[in-house]
């Protein structure tokens, strides 16, 4: 191969995966041409093949696809086979789609059976939401997907003849196919054809959760208010020629009550206007979801015939991302909304038990809590987009600081408003999915929606480079977070799916670290899904192996001592008061007029919440050196790590592209991503003042970020550097304002122990 031609491939390829694909046309035209470069012109073939099918050019991919059928290797003829078919039946689809008044119309056409079998034999190529191909084939095989840029590689090597599945789960044919083409195969493991129901689930903690719920919520709602009139009366009472409003000092605890309860009652139609007026919620008839799944309308007919309800409202979201939600305060008035990506990136028995787990929220009550929460949080969180807008617009800085700081106290109130149902929205998830799992006899298509749902959400916040408003503010009630979906939908590439999720499943401490998660560990789901279908004598779609755990308790010790040190703190406060007591008895010291109002106890809390703190940082940011620092080659095994925990504080240095939101926004770096080659990673930066260059100025360009990664529920690394080509550097000093943390409740609580 010239070398002038290897730089270009690898560049066509490298756009190809990240989207830019007019870009890596123009790189793999000239290459596909040449007559000189076999390996490289087959290479550039395959990637033209991609790049003209997800641009809406489907003659000129079927051309090339027709080519390569014609080519003297068998993987790469059965590969040009599938994709020509796929993409003939695109063409014809497209044609069809201009008759349909509704205009959502899928990229997969539904399978024309109507009774609930397993899929048929005959692979199929299916495009999905990332930037390769990929193909779904009913076999006992299962291979990890392999990044487009190792199809170089590949094809230098003689491809073996085609070969019988090895008795495990994993062939040397779809091995090689794996390695060529960036591909995903799923196992297509069966569904029950006749089963057994599951025992009963015990409702009662779901049931108090809910209940709980609602008082939480009710309960930050109405200190928020308390604080605001508040405030809004101490303002008036300094300002000149003004008097406080008397109707403000009430209290509001039983007309809020009233209020929220009537709001659980109208939510169905508040939230139609609602998403109606601000995502272009539409109505979604159930013929033209007949059309994208058949096996769907008849779940929703069934249970509902069975159940004595009417059929569910169905609505639809024009987005891209893979989401689905339920609202409503009784049966009779539900709403399931899908997007309009779940429908095209999900096959037909995928989408119908994706409705199942919306039945099994409306069966178990726990959506007219969730409603209520949406109901309230959705305007909330518009307000917020609303002054962030509003912010970008002015260009003095002197203005633009009040309106920066009134939207970072919104989404604030946003969060404390979704942090009230944290606990509800993971526990529903399990009830929701052994609901579906039951209703359909598939838990096996459940676990591969839930993958390809998590694949897609992570394309599309690729595609976009920053978390649109709608995965932000409706993520509560999807049924994957769209955090949790950065890692687990890009590193298939480079990562099977069982070593990734293995952490969410072996490691003891795990549950931990979900306290402030919306979405319980997908792993933990997943492996639930997995028991049900060993049940039902069913093959699993993914194959756990049962990892040992090599965590030290002292690790997790360390981990957790700040919040360690809070109850330490109330045994030395009840040590300080046995003290004081005896010497009062003995007469040898009177501390009363400092101890009488028992104040010394919050001392002593801060007290214990700063040693921990500071015996923590040492191993929380370690020296990053040179010689031990991890590259992006070394992610996957980091993720893959079942026993890792966020205090291992692995030194990184990673290469790729800052994503998130520019503007007011993200004033507090809560939406920053890198793409790296090994895929998505959430960053947590602390803006330094005084620093000339802004973190969001480097949104959108290649960087260098040097940091600690940290492996928890939700992977991410903690930045210390990003860096440009240009030399241009932020720091991020999460070690100074740990230490100033520290400080700060130390001096606190010695004042607030010395002084009562």
Same mark, same amino acid.
């Given at each position: 191969m010239p070398s002038h031609t290897k730089p270009s491939l690898e560049a066509g390829l490298v756009a190809l995966k990240q989207g830019n694909y007019q870009t890596a046309i123009a790189q793999l035209e000239p290459i596909a041409s040449s007559q000189n470069n076999g390996t490289a012109s087959l290479q550039a073939q395959v990637g033209l093949v991609m790049a003209y099918a997800r641009t809406g050019e489907v003659p000129k991919a079927i051309a090339i696809s027709q080519n390569l059928i014609e080519i003297n290797n068998p993987q790469v003829q059965e590969w040009a086979t599938r994709a020509l078919e796929h993409l003939t039946k695109r063409k014809k689809s497209d044609q069809e789609s201009k008759k349909v008044e509704t205009g959502f119309v899928a990229f997969e056409n539904s399978t024309p059976d109507s009774t609930p079998v397993t899929p048929p034999e005959t692979p199929t190529l299916e495009e999905k939401p990332n930037n390769d191909q990929v193909i779904e084939t009913k076999s006992d095989d299962i291979a990890p997907m392999v990044p487009l840029a190792r199809l170089k590689a590949t094809l230098a090597t003689p491809l073996p003849p085609p070969a019988a599945p090895l008795s495990g789960f994993m062939g040397s044919v779809t091995r090689t196919q794996a390695k060529l083409f960036g591909v995903i195969y799923w196992r297509q493991a069966q569904r029950a054809r006749a089963w057994q129901p599951l025992r009963k689930p015990k409702l009662i903690p779901l049931r108090l959760l809910s209940a709980g719920t609602f008082i939480a919520l009710f309960w930050v709602i109405r200190e928020i208010l308390k604080l605001a009139l508040g405030f809004i009366n101490q303002t008036l009472v300094k300002l000149p020629y003004l008097e406080p409003i008397q109707l403000l000092y009430r209290d509001p605890t039983q007309l809020l009550l009233i209020v929220l309860v009537i709001l659980i009652g109208v939510s169905p139609w508040l939230l139609d206007l609602l998403l109606a007026n601000l995502y272009g919620q539409r109505e979604f008839p159930k013929d033209v979801l007949n059309t994208h799944s058949r096996e769907a309308v008849r779940v929703l007919q069934r249970c509902c015939q069975q159940r004595h309800w009417p059929l569910p409202k169905l609505r639809i979201l024009p987005t891209a991302a893979p989401i *689905?939600?339920?609202?409503?305060?009784?049966?009779?008035?539900?709403? &399931?909304? #899908?997007?309009?990506?779940?429908?095209?990136?999900?096959?037909?028995?995928?989408?119908? #038990? +994706?409705?199942?787990?919306?039945?099994?929220?409306?069966?178990? @009550?726990?959506?007219? !809590?969730?409603?209520?929460?949406?109901?309230?949080?959705?305007?909330?969180?518009?307000?917020?987009q609303q002054v962030s807008e509003l912010g970008d617009k002015i260009l003095a800085k002197i203005w633009r600081w009040p309106v920066t700081i009134l939207a970072s106290l919104i989404y604030g109130v946003w969060c404390l408003l979704t942090g009230s149902a944290l606990w509800l929205s993971r526990l529903r998830l399990y009830y929701s999915d052994r609901v579906a799992a039951e209703i359909t006899g598939n838990p096996n298509a459940l676990i591969r929606a839930l993958l390809k749902i998590a694949i897609g959400i992570a394309a599309d *916040? %690729?595609?976009?480079?920053?978390?649109? @408003?709608?995965?932000?503010?409706?993520?509560?009630?999807?049924p994957i977070s769209y955090q949790q979906s950065l890692s687990l939908g890009t590193i298939a590439s480079n990562l099977?799916?069982?070593?990734?999720?293995?952490?969410?499943?072996?490691?003891?401490y795990r549950r931990w670290f979900t306290i402030n998660n919306s979405? /319980?560990?997908?792993?933990?789901?997943?492996?639930?899904?997995?028991? +049900?279908?060993?049940?039902?004598?069913?093959?699993?779609?993914?194959h756990f192996a049962s990892v040992p755990s090599k965590v030290k308790r002292q690790s997790f010790l360390l981990q957790v001592a700040p919040w360690l040190g809070i109850p330490l703190g109330v045994l030395f406060a009840a040590f300080v008061w046995l003290t004081w007591q005896l010497a009062f008895t003995l007469k040898f010291l009177n501390l009363k007029w400092i101890y009488e109002d028992?104040?010394? +106890?919050?001392?002593?809390?801060? &007290?214990?919440?700063?040693?921990?703190?500071?015996?923590?940082?040492?191993?929380?940011?370690?020296? *990053?050196? /040179?010689?031990?620092?991890?590259?992006?080659?070394?992610?996957?095994?980091?993720?893959?790590? /079942?026993?890792?925990?966020? &205090?291992?504080? #692995?030194?990184?240095?990673?290469?790729?592209?800052?994503?998130?939101r520019q503007g007011t926004s993200n004033t507090l770096a809560q939406d920053l991503i890198l793409q790296s080659s090994a895929g998505l990673v959430k960053l947590h930066h602390i803006s330094w003042l005084g620093q000339s !260059?802004?973190?969001?100025?480097?949104?959108?360009? %290649?960087?260098? !970020?040097?940091?600690?990664?940290?492996?928890?529920?939700?992977?991410? &690394?903690?930045? %210390?550097?990003?860096?440009?080509?240009?030399?241009?550097?932020?720091?991020? /000093?999460?070690?100074?304002?740990?230490?100033?943390?520290? #400080?700060?409740?130390?001096? @606190?609580?010695?004042? !607030?122990?010395l002084t009562g």
């Open positions: *689905i939600l339920t609202y409503g305060s009784l049966p009779r008035n539900a709403r &399931i909304v #899908v997007s309009q990506g779940l429908l095209e990136q999900l096959a037909d028995d995928e989408i119908a #038990v +994706i409705y199942a787990t919306q039945l099994g929220h409306i069966a178990h @009550w726990d959506f007219a !809590v969730m409603s209520l929460l949406l109901l309230v949080t959705l305007p909330t969180h518009q307000l917020y *916040i %690729q595609k976009q480079e920053h978390t649109s @408003w709608q995965l932000e503010s409706l993520n509560l009630l999807t099977s799916f069982e070593s990734f999720l293995n952490w969410d499943i072996a490691n003891p979405h /319980p560990l997908m792993g933990d789901r997943l492996e639930r899904l997995c028991q +049900i279908a060993r049940h039902w004598h069913l093959d699993t779609e993914l028992w104040s010394f +106890i919050t001392g002593c809390l801060l &007290i214990g919440f700063s040693i921990g703190t500071v015996m923590r940082i040492n191993s929380f940011f370690p020296d *990053i050196k /040179p010689a031990t620092v991890q590259t992006d080659d070394s992610l996957p095994n980091l993720l893959a790590d /079942p026993s890792a925990l966020p &205090i291992d504080s #692995v030194s990184v240095r990673l290469v790729g592209k800052l994503l998130g !260059v802004n973190h969001q100025d480097l949104i959108g360009r %290649q960087i260098i !970020v040097t940091g600690w990664f940290r492996r928890g529920a939700t992977p991410w &690394i903690d930045i %210390q550097t990003l860096e440009t080509q240009s030399g241009k550097t932020i720091h991020s /000093p999460h070690p100074i304002w740990s230490t100033f943390l520290a #400080v700060a409740a130390q001096a @606190w609580g010695a004042y !607030v122990f």
